[in-house]
T-cell receptor, first 115, second 112 residues
Framework: GAGVSQSPRYKVAKRGQDVALRCDPISGHVSLFWYQQALGQGPEFLTYFQNEAQLDKSGLPSDRFFAERPEGSVSTLKIQRTQQEDSAVYLC?????????????FGPGTRLTVL | GNSVTQMEGPVTLSEEAFLTINCTYTATGYPSLFWYVQYPGEGLQLLLKATKADDKGSNKGFEATYRKETTSFHLEKGSVQVSDSAVYFCALPSRGNNRLAFGKGNQVVVIP
């Protein structure tokens, strides 16, 4: 079956532009996570959804970051007024079970470069 | 919250050499522990896991034992191949079990 997919794979934005990153999780997976991975670092948690409910958004670095999963499947991470420090790889992961304590399946990521 | 620490720096070794990557953890209780691998150009994928103390996870010739006495989960492989070249991340659930907390990762380069 299909794994987690993300689009676009690469995004270049000028500083101040808004961007939207899409994640298609594995069908039937209850949990969905977004992580930010800076160059040479491990992924850092951004936010967690259980079905359509955003249960934890404590990792979002500022109010410019917004995520949604309105129907409990596809999710979008939106970054408003992008800044250079937002340049990173954004990873989406999904899990069949609730919570973050089980195996998470990762997408290939979206590499965002803000000029 | 729970956290993991990985040894600093990349690891370069020759084919068929023995590989060890250190991972120590700080946690409340005994959460599951994971090793994820990221091959060039690909997403992270689960390599192995252990769900309780003294468990040994294994996959593709890699092993890691959940040791509560030393709070460690070191990754080992007896004979590496060029295809094992990748970045390896240690991870555990954290902050109310709503996320995985990852180490910084270790780049492994295997030379023929």
């Amino acid at each position: 079956g299909a794994g987690v997919s993300q689009s676009p794979r690469y995004k270049v934005a000028k500083r101040g532009q808004d961007v939207a990153l899409r994640c298609d999780p594995i069908s039937g997976h209850v949990s969905l996570f977004w992580y930010q991975q800076a160059l040479g670092q491990g992924p850092e948690f951004l936010t967690y959804f259980q079905n359509e409910a955003q249960l934890d958004k404590s990792g979002l670095p500022s109010d410019r970051f917004f995520a949604e999963r309105p129907e409990g499947s596809v999710s979008t991470l939106k970054i408003q007024r992008t800044q250079q420090e937002d340049s990173a790889v954004y990873l989406c992961a999904s899990s069949f079970q609730r919570g973050g304590g089980n195996e998470q399946f990762f997408g290939p990521g979206t590499r965002l470069t803000v000029l | 919250g729970n956290s993991v620490t990985q040894m600093e720096g990349p690891v370069t070794l020759s084919e068929e050499a023995f590989l060890t990557i250190n991972c120590t953890y700080t946690a409340t209780g005994y959460p599951s522990l994971f090793w994820y691998v990221q091959y060039p150009g690909e997403g992270l994928q689960l390599l192995l896991k252990a769900t309780k103390a003294d468990d040994k996870g294994s996959n593709k010739g890699f092993e890691a034992t959940y040791r509560k006495e030393t709070t460690s989960f070191h990754l080992e492989k007896g004979s590496v191949q060029v295809s094992d070249s990748a970045v390896y991340f240690c991870a555990l659930p954290s902050r109310g079990n709503n996320r995985l907390a990852f180490g910084k990762g270790n780049q492994v380069v295997v030379i023929p």
